[in-house]
Structures are given as C-alpha cells and as structure tokens.
C-alpha cells in the first residue's frame, strides 16, 4: 500500500530542524509514496496579533522546503485563513488518497508521558485519544525531551538521529541580537534579515502557533 507523509506546523520560522526531519522522513519512501508540508492557519482560541502575517510564512516556507523533491506543500489553511484540526486534515487526505496510508510526522515533545495518559496529544488535542489510539505516527526525536519507547503510540515508527533546535530558540535569539546562521538556511536567513522579523519581544507570543491544541 502506497503511503503519504503529513508534516504539519506553525514553520514560524522554519529552521534547519525542521528540514532534518523532512530529510529523515524522506528516507522512507517508496516510489508510490507522497509527503506533504502542511503550515497551519491562524488558532481560534490563541493570541497572534503579534505573530508574522501569513505572508512571511508563506514565503519562508517556499524558500525553505520548496526545492525538495516529492515534497508538496498544503497551503490550504495558511491562504485561507482557518485551522483545521488533525482529525479533519487526516479525513481530508483520506478523500484525496484513498489507497493510501496517511501517516502524521510530529516531535517527541508531543508524546512525552503518553504511558500515562498525559501527553499533550491525550490531554490537549481536539480528540487527543482518539487521534492517539487510531492514527499512524512517524516521531522525530526532540533533544530535550525525556521520553520512553513505553510513550509512544501503539502505531508508530521512530525517526534518528535525535535533533536539536526549535522555532522559539530561533525567534528568542533573533530577539536578543544573537546569531542564527546554524539554525535557518540562507534563504530564510535573508528573507527574516529582509523584512525585520522576530526582533522584538512583541514578536513572541506566548504560546505561538502550534500544529494542535
């Protein structure tokens, strides 16, 4: 059965982690395969006057995951301003791709405590326990979070390496002047030094966009 690859987030910005694990993801498919990137739209329930219009993540993604083959990026909700949820997103792919397996990739950061039923997926998630008990995941282990295979969904499948970095640790030093070279490729590099992003504390909400909640 061929397969798709859902990879969704806020990408406010998107770092070199983020591309890592796209490369990892990658690495799994098959001819018949697909993997989309899917930035999300603007939260109902969250705070974002302050975060970059849509526009710049719009642009930063293209710069970032554009150039990648069998990588197809989903702007449905970004350039029509809604957010759907992981369940209607899962369902959509479904109508699409039919003989497919849809696969969803997320963080370790998501599945921590899962043995108990306290990972944010269980406990923070629109349907979190449905979601965890039905859906296949492919997980990106987060360096930072401490977690146990015993965490993870009965249906998964673990990426390596380990990767580090964050989209709050690239905003948070932008914010305070410091270098992000090794952190953004060159493209999304000049496109943030280009239009002046994330140089002040307003340009931090706290939380920022997420891919649930």
Request: net charge negative; aromatic share 6%; hydrophobic share 40%.
């Given at each position: 059965m061929p397969e798709i690859y859902l990879f969704g987030g806020s990408f406010d910005p998107p770092?070199?982690?983020?591309?890592?694990?796209?490369?990892?993801?990658?690495?799994?498919?098959?001819?018949?395969?697909?993997?989309?990137?899917?930035?999300c739209g603007m939260r109902p329930d969250k705070n974002l006057m302050h975060t970059p219009r849509d526009t710049h993540r719009f642009e930063m993604c293209l710069k970032a995951f554009g150039s990648f083959p069998r990588v197809k990026l989903d702007f449905h909700d970004l350039g029509r301003d809604i957010f759907r949820r992981t369940m209607e997103i899962d369902v959509w792919y479904k109508i699409l791709f039919p003989r497919h397996k849809i696969w969803h990739v997320i963080g370790t950061d998501l599945i921590v405590g899962g043995a108990n039923g306290i990972s944010e997926i269980q406990t923070k998630w629109f349907r979190g326990?449905?979601?965890?008990?039905?859906?296949?995941?492919?997980?990106?282990?987060?360096?930072?979070?401490v977690w146990s295979m015993e965490d993870l969904p009965e249906r998964t499948v673990v990426l390596s390496p380990c990767l580090s970095g964050s989209s709050t640790e690239i905003r948070t030093r932008?914010?305070?002047?410091?270098?992000?070279?090794?952190?953004?490729?060159?493209?999304?590099?000049?496109?943030?030094?280009?239009?002046?992003?994330?140089?002040?504390?307003?340009?931090?909400?706290?939380p920022l966009l997420s891919k649930e909640g």
């Open positions: 770092g070199l982690h983020h591309v890592a694990i796209l490369q990892n993801v990658l690495t799994m498919l098959q001819p018949d395969d697909r993997c989309f990137v899917i930035p326990i449905e979601i965890w008990n039905q859906l296949p995941f492919v997980v990106q282990p987060r360096e930072g979070t932008i914010s305070r002047g410091e270098s992000i070279d090794h952190l953004v490729s060159p493209d999304v590099l000049a496109y943030i030094e280009e239009h002046g992003l994330y140089h002040n504390d307003a340009d931090l909400p706290q």
